[in-house]
């Protein structure tokens, strides 16, 4: 309850305040119901007509074939390198000296963009300009000069403030605005002088049959005049008296409803196709151009931008509160700070319930049955943020090492020595700060991504509109860290990494992100989940990786001990605890009919054990270990409820070698039972992920010896750390001599 009371609570509250509804619905419904009912009641303000909900039509084609399914490629996310990156510990720097070149080029343009667009001001007015951009430029030089270099990093995330919608804001999208040729061609504006039509590109990706839509029609023609088919009446009712209850009637094609009818002509065109082409569907990805109107109506537009102004507002107002409570503290002032902390709670409550309904804008456009829906929009927005990421890590490698990619920004550790904060003072005695890497990135960012055709309505009469156009772009990157430690996990399998899984460190040693881990999901081993919870913190132990992964190592070899033992000197609850992972049904046991799994497996047996009657509703929680027997068995079917050995001895030994199939069992002691090998299995791949394989990346010996590496990193291993090396063919040959070189 205190949990709930300190960060739910409030944030129902500031949702209700936005959404004209009660907070029993604000609970019920999902993000994009919600963003619907704002979006209509704000145009019903303006008198705006809401359309009709979106519908599919039941078929769709592509170049003559019929399509299973249509979409856009959405936000690039990737993991580029894994390990542990601390910020005392040196790491080695590649950059390139061009790059470095090109910065310098640049300071004039990068340090004038962050004084006088992002901080309003004038660079006549700043009285030490020179001296902050010297200081930049030798810094730099020294880098260009020295590229190649080992020091200590800074661990920085550079992300877009409110990505999605300052692409929406910056580019005036909005799904009516997406128009076609037909539009644009019926449009009284559609003159080459307005400027108001922006072409943008969007990936789409399709599947669809291979067959041809000669072969679609002639399936068709074949289905509407050989074949009938079986029909359900009314789902097995009485309807009119016309048939029983549960009764079947043969029709033909044409009296079958129209959703009925693709489905057969589908299902058809498949087992044609596997027979003809030996395939049953065709991926394909293209780029696409579409048309953004400038002078639509902004109503959705200025929703968006309405909301994000107000989460402005509020995370502005956060600060002062938190800066007042800081300030009451030092002075003592009890009653002070105890508004200063109920008005902090308050104003970042409903910076969050803006920041929910802000990201709904975008992806709400995609939502089945949405009013406002437009798959080109959204395919744009993702399409244009995947570029600014990937333009901006192209930039951040040739000067420092990107480490992971999000949709909207970029973990990266940057040389200690590139410039980082400078304060730049006014002829008035006021001091600008600017952070260097972002003020690079930003200026870049407008330089590329700056929309000069945004049009806004100034002034109409009965016979023309007029527009002003103006140059719009608050596309800004933000600087958050640096930060203590980032440590990142690595796949067992061969050229691949883990995506969205990493842990940082602040300053403090507190942690800062924690995310992809199965310490944050319900539903883990217990095991490996409280293994998580002791390892991460070791990272930070000693003065090199060496020392760091000898500290973690030794957490994961103390767990493998404890099951070795087979939890030798742990008291019997504790290691059923440990080793029990919970499932939660989600539907009725009957739902499920003759699928397989671990929690039904055990709600079967919960049901023979317990009665029916105790597992016949939904959101069954499901508490199991797994066991050895019945022998060969699936896993699936080893499974049994943990309750069991808290009954009497008689009952425990009945039950379970009825289910393990085993008449002579002894069902004294749980360790006897308990698959041993499946939770050392769970165990070493959990260490792999977080400590050897990362440890072998760095070339640092296994400091788990038991959990071996996988073949491909035992080779690359060999062939860093080996003696004996396999020279490379090239070193064996050098550039021959030519008659041009020799007269030379």
Same mark, same amino acid.
């Given at each position: 309850?205190?949990?709930?009371?300190?960060?739910?609570?409030?944030?129902?509250?500031?949702?209700?305040?936005?959404?004209?509804?009660?907070?029993?619905?604000?609970?019920?419904?999902?993000?994009? @119901?919600?963003?619907?009912?704002?979006?209509?009641?704000?145009?019903?303000?303006?008198?705006?007509?809401?359309?009709?909900?979106?519908?599919?039509?039941?078929?769709?084609?592509?170049?003559?074939?019929? /399509?299973?399914?249509?979409?856009?490629?959405?936000?690039?996310?990737?993991?580029?390198?894994?390990?542990?990156?601390?910020?005392?510990?040196?790491?080695?720097?590649?950059?390139?000296?061009?790059?470095?070149?090109?910065?310098?080029?640049?300071?004039?343009?990068?340090?004038?963009?962050?004084?006088?667009?992002?901080?309003?001001?004038?660079?006549?007015?700043?009285?030490?300009?020179?001296?902050?951009?010297?200081?930049?430029?030798? %810094?730099?030089?020294?880098?260009?000069?020295?590229?190649?270099?080992?020091?200590?990093?800074?661990?920085?995330?550079?992300?877009? &403030?409110?990505?999605?919608?300052?692409?929406?804001?910056?580019?005036?999208?909005?799904?009516?605005?997406?128009?076609?040729?037909?539009?644009?061609?019926?449009?009284?504006?559609?003159?080459?002088?307005?400027?108001?039509?922006?072409?943008?590109?969007?990936?789409?990706?399709?599947?669809?049959?291979?067959? @041809?839509?000669?072969?679609?029609?002639?399936?068709?023609?074949?289905?509407?005049?050989?074949?009938?088919?079986?029909?359900?009446?009314?789902?097995?009712?009485?309807?009119?008296?016309? %048939?029983?209850?549960?009764?079947?009637?043969?029709?033909?094609?044409?009296?079958?409803?129209?959703?009925?009818?693709?489905?057969?002509?589908?299902?058809?065109?498949?087992?044609?196709?596997?027979?003809?082409?030996?395939?049953?569907?065709?991926?394909?990805?293209?780029?696409?151009?579409?048309?953004?109107?400038?002078?639509?109506?902004?109503?959705?537009?200025?929703?968006?931008?309405?909301?994000?102004?107000?989460?402005?507002?509020?995370? /502005?107002? @956060?600060?002062?509160?938190?800066?007042?409570?800081?300030?009451?503290?030092?002075?003592?002032?009890?009653?002070?700070?105890?508004?200063? *902390?109920?008005?902090?709670?308050?104003?970042?409550?409903?910076?969050?319930?803006?920041?929910?309904?802000?990201?709904?804008?975008?992806?709400?456009?995609?939502?089945?049955?949405?009013?406002?829906?437009?798959?080109?929009?959204?395919?744009?927005?993702?399409?244009?943020?995947?570029?600014?990421?990937?333009?901006?890590?192209?930039?951040?490698?040739?000067?420092?090492?990107?480490?992971?990619?999000?949709?909207? &920004?970029?973990?990266?550790?940057?040389?200690?020595?590139?410039?980082?904060?400078?304060?730049?003072?006014?002829?008035?005695?006021?001091?600008?700060?600017?952070?260097?890497?972002?003020?690079?990135?930003?200026?870049?960012?407008?330089?590329?991504?700056?929309?000069?055709?945004?049009?806004?309505?100034?002034?109409?009469?009965?016979?023309?509109?007029?527009?002003?156009?103006?140059?719009?772009?608050?596309?800004?990157?933000?600087?958050?860290?640096?930060?203590?430690?980032?440590?990142?996990?690595?796949?067992?399998?061969?050229?691949?990494?883990?995506?969205?899984?990493?842990?940082?460190?602040?300053?403090?040693?507190?942690?800062?992100?924690?995310?992809?881990?199965?310490?944050?999901? #319900? +539903?883990? /081993?217990?095991?490996?989940?409280?293994?998580?919870?002791?390892?991460?913190?070791?990272?930070?132990?000693?003065?090199?990786?060496?020392?760091?992964?000898?500290?973690?190592?030794?957490?994961?070899?103390?767990?493998?001990?404890?099951?070795?033992?087979?939890?030798?000197?742990?008291?019997?609850?504790?290691?059923?605890?440990?080793?029990?992972?919970?499932?939660?049904?989600?539907?009725?046991?009957?739902?499920?009919?003759?699928?397989?799994?671990?929690?039904?497996?055990?709600?079967? #047996?919960?049901?023979?054990?317990?009665?029916?009657?105790?597992?016949?509703?939904?959101?069954?929680?499901?508490?199991?270990?797994?066991?050895?027997?019945?022998?060969?068995?699936?896993?699936?079917?080893?499974?049994?409820?943990?309750?069991?050995?808290?009954?009497?001895?008689?009952?425990?030994?009945?039950?379970?070698?009825?289910?393990?199939?085993?008449?002579?069992?002894?069902?004294?002691?749980?360790?006897?039972?308990?698959?041993?090998?499946?939770?050392?299995?769970?165990?070493?791949?959990?260490?792999?992920?977080?400590?050897?394989?990362?440890?072998?990346?760095?070339?640092?010996?296994?400091?788990?010896?038991?959990? *071996?590496?996988?073949?491909?990193?035992?080779?690359?291993?060999?062939?860093?750390? +080996?003696?004996?090396?396999?020279?490379?063919?090239? %070193?064996?040959?050098?550039?021959?001599?030519?008659?041009?070189?020799?007269?030379?």
């Amino acid at each position: 309850y205190y949990l709930y009371s300190l960060y739910v609570h409030n944030f129902i509250f500031s949702m209700c305040t936005i959404l004209p509804m009660q907070s029993e619905d604000v609970l019920r419904k999902g993000s994009g @119901t919600l963003c619907e009912a704002l979006l209509m009641v704000e145009a019903y303000r303006l008198h705006i007509l809401c359309p009709n909900k979106q519908v599919d039509p039941t078929e769709s084609f592509h170049n003559g074939h019929l /399509l299973e399914s249509e979409t856009y490629i959405g936000g690039h996310v990737e993991c580029i390198e894994a390990g542990v990156f601390r910020a005392d510990i040196p790491v080695k720097f590649n950059m390139v000296p061009s790059a470095l070149q090109q910065l310098i080029d640049h300071v004039d343009r990068d340090l004038t963009f962050a004084i006088e667009t992002e901080h309003g001001m004038q660079r006549s007015d700043i009285v030490n300009y020179d001296e902050v951009k010297q200081t930049i430029i030798e %810094s730099l030089e020294l880098m260009r000069d020295t590229p190649s270099r080992t020091e200590p990093p800074r661990i920085y995330h550079l992300d877009v &403030g409110a990505m999605y919608p300052n692409i929406i804001l910056t580019n005036r999208l909005q799904p009516s605005a997406i128009v076609s040729p037909s539009d644009c061609a019926a449009c009284e504006f559609n003159r080459a002088e307005n400027d108001c039509k922006r072409r943008m590109t969007w990936t789409w990706r399709g599947e669809y049959l291979p067959a @041809t839509s000669a072969e679609y029609n002639s399936v068709k023609r074949q289905l509407t005049m050989n074949e009938r088919f079986p029909v359900t009446e009314n789902n097995g009712k009485k309807y009119g008296g016309a %048939s029983a209850p549960g009764a079947v009637t043969m029709k033909s094609f044409s009296e079958l409803s129209e959703k009925v009818q693709a489905d057969k002509i589908k299902q058809r065109l498949q087992t044609y196709s596997n027979r003809v082409y030996r395939k049953s569907k065709i991926t394909e990805v293209k780029e696409k151009e579409d048309t953004v109107c400038m002078r639509e109506n902004p109503f959705y537009v200025n929703t968006v931008r309405s909301f994000r102004d107000r989460r402005y507002d509020y995370k /502005l107002l @956060t600060k002062q509160w938190k800066a007042k409570k800081v300030d009451a503290e030092k002075r003592g002032d009890g009653l002070l700070k105890r508004q200063a *902390e109920d008005m902090e709670i308050l104003m970042d409550s409903l910076q969050l319930a803006h920041k929910c309904i802000l990201n709904s804008f975008y992806g709400y456009v995609m939502r089945k049955g949405a009013r406002w829906r437009s798959m080109e929009m959204a395919g744009i927005v993702t399409h244009t943020g995947a570029q600014l990421i990937t333009q901006a890590r192209e930039l951040v490698e040739q000067v420092g090492r990107p480490l992971e990619l999000d949709t909207d &920004g970029i973990w990266c550790v940057l040389p200690s020595s590139f410039p980082e904060n400078f304060k730049f003072i006014t002829k008035d005695k006021k001091k600008v700060s600017i952070e260097y890497p972002c003020a690079m990135l930003n200026a870049d960012v407008h330089e590329r991504y700056t929309n000069t055709q945004y049009q806004d309505l100034i002034s109409k009469d009965d016979k023309s509109k007029h527009y002003d156009t103006h140059s719009e772009c608050s596309i800004y990157f933000e600087l958050d860290g640096p930060y203590k430690a980032m440590i990142l996990p690595a796949s067992p399998e061969e050229g691949r990494l883990l995506k969205k899984k990493y842990v940082v460190f602040n300053m403090d040693g507190s942690i800062a992100e924690l995310k992809g881990f199965e310490l944050k999901r #319900r +539903g883990e /081993l217990e095991l490996v989940k409280i293994f998580q919870s002791q390892v991460f913190d070791q990272f930070l132990v000693g003065s090199t990786l060496q020392d760091s992964y000898d500290a973690v190592g030794a957490v994961g070899n103390r767990w493998l001990d404890i099951l070795d033992s087979q939890g030798e000197g742990v008291p019997d609850e504790e290691m059923l605890e440990l080793i029990s992972e919970r499932k939660t049904i989600s539907k009725t046991l009957d739902d499920y009919g003759a699928r397989k799994a671990t929690s039904l497996t055990t709600a079967i #047996r919960l049901a023979d054990f317990l009665g029916a009657e105790m597992v016949k509703d939904k959101g069954l929680n499901c508490n199991l270990i797994l066991a050895r027997f019945p022998r060969n068995a699936p896993v699936t079917d080893r499974a049994i409820p943990v309750v069991i050995f808290s009954a009497d001895d008689a009952i425990r030994t009945h039950f379970l070698r009825k289910w393990l199939k085993e008449p002579s069992l002894d069902c004294s002691d749980f360790r006897d039972i308990v698959d041993w090998d499946y939770y050392k299995e769970r165990l070493s791949r959990s260490l792999q992920k977080i400590i050897t394989v990362p440890a072998g990346m760095q070339s640092i010996v296994n400091p788990c010896p038991r959990v *071996e590496h996988p073949p491909w990193l035992k080779k690359l291993l060999n062939e860093k750390l +080996g003696k004996s090396k396999q020279m490379s063919i090239s %070193s064996l040959f050098k550039p021959a001599m030519t008659k041009t070189s020799v007269g030379k």
